[in-house]
């Protein structure tokens, strides 16, 4: 037996319905907007230094903390950061050495 024959595929039927493609379907559009879609407002890149505001481009370094920086700005000590790099640390060093215990021996 061909290992193709040995387990055939079985796929569900489908229902036809021909009057349902005769019909021409019916396209709704919603001129009225959303709640939700009020609520959220489009995410937009800039391309800006979010501290002196100066044109970056692609030399521009994102930051932990989510803001985009220039050259004189990139680094933490150089704009007011928020992002907490202590916390992120002992998170990292707890992660790599999980607490190892022995068993507690039974003296005889």
């Known amino acids: ?64 903390c989510g803001d985009l920086f220039c050259g004189r700005h990139r680094y933490s000590d150089t704009h007011d950061c928020s992002f907490d790099y202590k916390a992120a640390g002992r998170e990292e060093i707890a992660k790599a050495n999980p607490v190892v215990r022995a068993a507690k021996i039974i003296k005889i």
């Open 1 to 64: 037996m061909k290992p193709c024959e040995e387990f055939p595929v079985q796929r569900p039927e489908r229902p036809e319905a021909p009057a349902a493609a005769a019909s021409p379907p019916a396209a709704v559009v919603s001129t009225t907007p959303k709640p939700d879609d009020e609520a959220q407002s489009p995410v937009r890149f800039s391309n800006r230094c979010s501290t002196c505001r100066k044109k970056v481009g692609l030399t521009g370094f994102r930051c932990r």
